[in-house]
Nanobody, 121 residues
Framework: QVQLLESGGGLVQAGGSLRLSCAAS????????MAWSRQAPGKQRELVAR???????YYGDSVKGRFTISRENTKNTVYLQMNSLKAEDTAVYYC???????????????WGQGTQVTVSS
């Protein structure tokens, strides 16, 4: 059973910073791409950032220059450093990972339960 556990959400003032963490646990052979998405009330879920196993990154336009995604492969963990936060960053943030459970099995996506980030203006 694979689980993704997010942490680090909370309430912060505009202009502040938060660091989200997401650790994958369970019987895992390898993890390919890991990513963060978010969903604000009444809006569709949007991709915030993703990172490959090799460290290549992608950022959504709304967070470029403010957010940084990173990962520790030895800990099966992905991070999202969020700086210069704005009220419009308020959302539930979800991590997901593309995971191979055993050699020979196709990878599949797993999602965390989400962590709330609230930015007060």
């Amino acid at each position: 059973q694979v689980q993704l556990l997010e942490s680090g959400g909370g309430l912060v003032q505009a202009g502040g910073s938060l660091r989200l963490s997401c650790a994958a646990s369970g019987s895992i052979f390898s993890i390919n791409t890991m990513a963060w998405s978010r969903q604000a009330p009444g809006k569709q879920r949007e991709l915030v950032a993703r990172i490959t196993r090799g460290g290549s990154t992608y950022y959504g336009d709304s967070v470029k220059g403010r957010f940084t995604i990173s990962r520790e492969n030895t800990k099966n963990t992905v991070y999202l450093q969020m700086n210069s936060l704005k009220a419009e960053d308020t959302a539930v943030y979800y991590c997901n990972a593309n995971i191979v459970l055993r050699v020979g099995l196709a990878p599949r996506d797993y999602w965390g339960q989400g962590t709330q980030v609230t930015v007060s203006s």
